[in-house]
């Protein structure tokens, strides 16, 4: 059966023990979700909180981790979702995602609009991508992709 939380206490605590165990046992995001079968950016969101798993992958995530039991239910469940509490962002890497929505933010949406007409970009039927790539004046890139169905305004 399908259950859901409402109160994010748990699942934070839960993100809070995965992530000890990732540290402890030194893997890397794409290792766990190598275990689960599943995108890296699925499940890195899954166990940070945001997304419920598989039954079959949360117990190999668990399993890798070194987690009980609870915390394979736990991972099924689906979450209140939401990670970063109301305001600005103080953490630097989310601000700055933060701060490149208020600056292109009606950007994207007068894009959006003139190729695909009113409507929205699904977060639910979504993919997520983040490469490294080099920068040709030297250092390197982070290359982040969003790719999300579109869904028109449906006139009623």
């Known amino acids: 059966m399908i259950h859901a939380q ?3 206490t ?3 605590a839960l993100a809070d023990a995965a992530v000890e165990a990732k540290i402890r046992k030194d893997l890397t995001w794409q290792q766990i979700a190598d275990a689960a079968g599943l995108s890296v950016a699925f499940v890195t969101a899954a166990v940070l909180g945001q997304h419920p798993l598989p039954a079959a992958s949360a117990e190999a995530v668990a399993e890798l981790l070194g987690l009980d039991a609870e915390a394979v239910l736990l991972l099924q469940t689906i979450p209140s979702r939401g990670s970063i509490p109301g305001g600005i962002p103080t953490d630097p890497t989310i601000y700055r995602f933060h701060e490149m929505l208020q600056v292109y933010g009606t950007t994207l949406k007068a894009l959006v609009h003139e190729q695909f007409g009113d409507g929205i970009i699904s977060a639910i039927n979504f993919k997520l991508d983040v490469r490294k790539v080099a920068d040709p004046e030297g250092g390197e890139r982070a290359v982040v992709t ?7 305004t449906k006139p009623f």
């Open 6 to 8: 409402f109160d994010p």
């Open 146 to 152: 969003l790719d999300g169905k579109y869904l028109p």
């Open 10 to 12: 748990a699942r934070q």
